[in-house]
T-cell receptor
């Protein structure tokens, strides 16, 4: 049973560019959450998707957007990249929320130059 | 607003020592969940334990044990007889209902276990 997978593993972009990160949830999971983890910090919640809708959002600007597909996979899009967007982006999947165990993927390391 | 504080930033111990990782949380919710996650150098967060606010029973699982005290808003984690493989960053996290239905993480504690 495959766990949460993310692609790509690493990515280097230039300021102002746009990026799309992808996540496939663990089999049987219908809820996908995205987190940004800056170096030396704890993960920060970006948003959560359920039934193809954004059900919860953290304190991130509109440059961060997402999508969930009918097969529960998800994308995170970031427009107009800033140097401060350099981080590890983690995807987590679960069945539902409050108290649900979230399974995390290995992350995508984004570097903005 | 929810907040998780992990005051310790780095801990270094020698193998076989016991080590306790501290976690203090703040929330106005009466129903909430607390979690511990481990992040090894590979980067993938690994779930260790979950506790809901109505269950203050402490738990022991092998070399791991957890002490949840609502009176002090603490959820501490102890590793007994530490091993080199325990070296990782450990995060405490909090989740509440409604608008707080998202994991709020602390800054993490880097644990180094030396042989």
């Amino acid at each position: 049973d495959a766990g949460v997978t993310q692609s790509p593993t690493h990515l280097i972009k230039t300021r102002g560019q746009q990026v799309t990160l992808r996540c496939s949830p663990k089999s049987g999971h219908d809820t996908v959450s995205w987190y940004q983890q800056a170096l030396g910090q704890g993960p920060q919640f970006i948003f959560q998707y359920y039934e193809e809708e954004e059900r919860q959002r953290g304190n991130f600007p509109d440059r961060f957007s997402g999508h969930q597909f009918p097969n529960y996979s998800s994308e995170l899009n970031v427009n107009a990249l800033l140097l401060g967007d350099s981080a590890l982006y983690l995807c987590a999947s679960s069945t539902g929320w409050l108290g649900a165990e979230q399974y995390f993927g290995p992350g995508t390391r984004l570097t903005v130059t | 607003a929810q907040k998780v504080t992990q005051a310790q930033t780095e801990i270094s111990v020698v193998e076989k020592e016991d080590v306790t990782l501290d976690c203090v949380y703040e929330t106005r919710d009466t129903t909430y969940y607390l979690f511990w996650y481990k992040q090894p150098p590979s980067g993938e967060l690994v779930f260790l334990i979950r506790r809901n606010s109505f269950d203050e029973q402490n738990e022991i699982s092998g070399r791991y044990s957890w002490n949840f005290q609502k009176s002090t808003s603490s959820f501490n984690f102890t590793i007994t007889a530490s091993q080199v493989v325990d070296s990782a960053v450990y995060f405490c996290a909090l989740e509440g209902p409604g608008a707080n239905s998202k994991l709020t993480f602390g800054k993490g504690i880097t644990l180094s276990v030396r042989p």
